[in-house]
C-alpha cells in the first residue's frame, strides 16, 4: 500500500500540462497558417482534422520567390510550471525536419525554436525548454534561451531550404 502511495504522490509531481490535444480540443480555428507568401513566397499549406482526430498539417514548401517555408500556428495560455523542463510532442511525421517554436507573450517579436526529425511512425519528440534558442527571420538572435514562466503562442515550421511537400500528423503537444 505504502508503495502505491509514493507512486500516486510522484506522479502529481510530475504531472504533464496539456498545451494542445487534438482528440480533446478541436477548435481548430486557433491554428492559422503563415506562409512565406507574406513576403512573396508560393509556398501552401493547411492544418485540418483526419478521422482519427489527429491534426494533420501538411502541403508544399517551394523556394520560388525567395520563399521557402510553411507554417502553422495557435494562441495558447500556458502557465509554466517551476518544475517543468519539457516540451512532448507525439507526432508521425515523413522523415523531414520542422521547427517547434514559442513565444512567452503575443506581443513578442521573435520565436525561441527548436528543430526536430520526424520518422514515417508515430513518436513523441522530446524538447527541453533550456534549449529553446531566440530567432528572428531564420536569425538566432543574441538573447538568452527560453526561461519565461509562460508561453501564449506555439507554432511548426517547415523551412528546408528546398522544395517539398510534407505531411506532420499531431495528436498533442504537453508540458511537464
Not at 507568401?37 to 493547411?46: A, K, L, Q, R
Request: hydrophobic share 40%; charged share 25%.
Amino acid at each position: 500500500m505504502r508503495l502505491l502511495i509514493l507512486f500516486f504522490s510522484i506522479c502529481l509531481f510530475m504531472k504533464e500540462q496539456t498545451v494542445f490535444d487534438f482528440h480533446k480540443d478541436c477548435e481548430m480555428n486557433r491554428w492559422r497558417i503563415v506562409n512565406d507568401d507574406v513576403m512573396g513566397g508560393i509556398s501552401s499549406s493547411s492544418i485540418s482534422l483526419n478521422d482519427e482526430f489527429d491534426a494533420v498539417f501538411s502541403g508544399a514548401v517551394s523556394t520560388e520567390n525567395n520563399g521557402g517555408f510553411a507554417m502553422t500556428q495557435a494562441s495558447v495560455s500556458v502557465e509554466v510550471p517551476s518544475d517543468a523542463t519539457r516540451v512532448k510532442l507525439r507526432v508521425k511525421g515523413d522523415g523531414k525536419q520542422y521547427q517547434f517554436r514559442i513565444k512567452s507573450t503575443l506581443s513578442q517579436r521573435y520565436w525561441y525554436v527548436q528543430s526536430f526529425e520526424t520518422s514515417n511512425n508515430w513518436e513523441e519528440i522530446v524538447l527541453d525548454l533550456k534549449d529553446f534558442y531566440p530567432s528572428f527571420r531564420g536569425y538566432r538572435l543574441d538573447k538568452d534561451n527560453f526561461s519565461s514562466n509562460k508561453i501564449e503562442k506555439v507554432a511548426i515550421l517547415i523551412g528546408n531550404k528546398k522544395n517539398e511537400d510534407f505531411k506532420l500528423t499531431i495528436d498533442h503537444i504537453k508540458i511537464n
